[in-house]
């Protein structure tokens, strides 16, 4: 069973930081991918950023040169968090593809106050 959990959301002042992680409960290096998603209410689920494969890493426009995805050998995904502002405000999740399933975290919120 593939379980992920999302945390380090909090509130931030605009022109803040924040790092997200996601802990996943096998080897993160066996994941298709794995990515981060963020949803505000009313809307759709929007993509933010992914490693996908070997390493190939892929942003949003809106997050690029702000935002950065990496993980470890630990088996967490992180989304670091920089420059935010109030557009940034979200529920933030993790999404792992593995055998060809999708898995979703539980979120975590980011509230950015202007």
């Known amino acids: 069973q593939v379980q992920l959990v999302e945390s380090g959301g909090g509130l931030v002042q605009a022109g803040g930081s924040l790092r997200l992680s996601c802990a996943a409960s096998r080897n993160i290096f066996s994941f298709s991918a794995m990515a981060w998603y963020r949803q505000t209410p009313g809307n759709e689920r929007e993509f933010v950023a992914a490693i996908v494969g070997g390493g190939t890493i892929r942003y949003a426009d809106s997050v690029k040169g702000r935002f950065t995805i990496s993980r470890d050998v630990r088996n967490n995904l992180y989304l670091q968090m920089n420059s935010l502002t109030s557009e940034d405000s979200a529920t933030y999740y993790c999404?792992?593809?593995?055998?060809?399933?999708?898995?979703w975290g539980q979120g975590t919120q980011v509230t950015v106050s202007s």
């Open positions: 999404k792992g593809v593995y055998s060809t399933r999708d898995y």
